[in-house]
């Protein structure tokens, strides 16, 4: 299944987000980089998913993004969590690993 493209589930882009800039600040292309490496390629996010919700995370206060230049010398917004998106963080991940716990109870026993 590794090979096959799959959508991400609504909602779980900022999830994801959020954890891989709790770990540093990244710019955009950067973190569709990341984010495809560390599904091995099974989520490929688009700059059309991925800057709508980066924006709906900075509007929520839960990132900061700043201009600066990217390791290649270009112009880049560069995103940081902030408190209140590790706060959110946890959150979201609490309220994930109870979902995939009901739906792992379903799987495993229906």
């Known amino acids: 299944m590794a090979n096959h493209r799959q959508d991400l589930v609504q909602g779980t882009l900022d999830l994801l987000i959020l954890k891989v800039l709790a770990r540093q600040p990244m710019h955009g292309y950067g973190l569709m980089q990341r984010l495809g490496a560390l599904t091995g390629g099974v989520f490929q996010v ?6 709508p919700s980066l924006q709906r995370l900075e509007q929520s206060g839960w990132v900061t993004g700043s201009w600066g230049t990217s390791e290649n010398n270009r112009r880049a917004r560069f995103y940081t969590i902030t408190k209140e998106g590790r706060q959110q963080l946890a959150r979201e991940r609490k309220q994930w690993n109870a979902i995939a716990l009901a ?3 379903v799987l495993d026993n229906a």
């Open 46 to 51: 688009t700059p059309g998913s991925l800057f």
């Open 103 to 105: 739906i792992s109870n």
